[in-house]
T-cell receptor
Framework: DQQVKQNSPSLSVQEGRISILNCDYT??????FLWYKKYPAEGPTFLIS?????DKNEDGRFTVFLNKSAKHLSLHIVPSQPGDSAVYFC???????????FGTGTRLKVLA | DGGITQSPKYLFRKEGQNVTLSCEQN?????MYWYRQDPGQGLRLIYY???????QKGDIAEGYSVSREKKESFPLTVTSAQKNPTAFYLC?????????????FGPGTRLLVL
């Protein structure tokens, strides 16, 4: 039972264009969401987070959007750069717990 | 320069052998975690510790053991009971271990079975 789903295993985008990575979840009680970026053979690096009380959070080229009614969040990267090529994981936290439930990841390739 | 270190980067295990993966952090974080990543899967929680001398099982704790004798250190032992240990193991930490905190990850250890 996958509670956090990233249905696109891979995505290719031209340099300078927008990358949109999607994440769906099943538990409406999740109250905190994070996005991580991961290069091969390295640990994930925290990118951006959003609380369930917000619908948007922005940090430089990265913006996360949360649609609670659709149980959907997305990460927008504008403009995309070749260095953004990595695997991106979304993670969700049930309230009152220490846990994060991770999606399976989306491999982003930014083409120069 | 604060961070999380994991060693070794690669580890080989023989059949029936226990191996221990090291995780050290100098971020002064109370909480530490161990995750396992398999190809095409998300990170799955093995064990978690919120304070020294206390830890709880995660979703896939069978075949693993941990200790938390010091705040900075959270070693993971992969025992011979773990029948499919080949994976990428990630250690993480957060300030207090409450929901909503950002978890910071180490570089990982890849465990391979000979």
């Amino acid at each position: 039972d996958q509670q956090v789903k990233q249905n696109s295993p891979s995505l290719s985008v031209q340099e300078g264009r927008i990358s949109i990575l999607n994440c769906d979840y099943t538990n409406s009680m999740f109250d905190y969401f994070l996005w991580y970026k991961k290069y091969p053979a390295e640990g994930p690096t925290f990118l951006i987070s959003i609380s369930s009380i917000k619908d948007k959070n922005e940090d430089g080229r990265f913006t996360v959007f949360l649609n609670k009614s659709a149980k959907h969040l997305s990460l927008h990267i504008v403009p995309s750069q070749p260095g953004d090529s990595a695997v991106y994981f979304c993670a969700a936290s049930p309230p009152g717990t220490y846990k994060y439930i991770f999606g399976t990841g989306t491999r982003l390739k930014v083409l120069a | 320069d604060g961070g999380i270190t994991q060693s070794p980067k690669y580890l080989f295990r023989k059949e029936g052998q226990n191996v221990t993966l090291s995780c050290e952090q100098n971020l002064n974080h109370d909480a530490m975690y161990w995750y396992r990543q398999d190809p095409g899967q998300g990170l799955r929680l093995i064990y978690y510790s919120q304070i020294v001398n206390d830890f709880q099982k995660g979703d896939i704790a069978e075949g693993y053991s941990v200790s938390r004798e010091k705040k900075e250190s959270f070693p993971l032992t992969v025992t011979s009971a773990q029948k499919n240990p080949t994976a990428f193991y990630l250690c993480a930490s957060s300030k207090q271990g409450w929901g909503g905190e950002t978890q910071y990850f180490g570089p990982g250890t890849r465990l391979l079975v000979l």
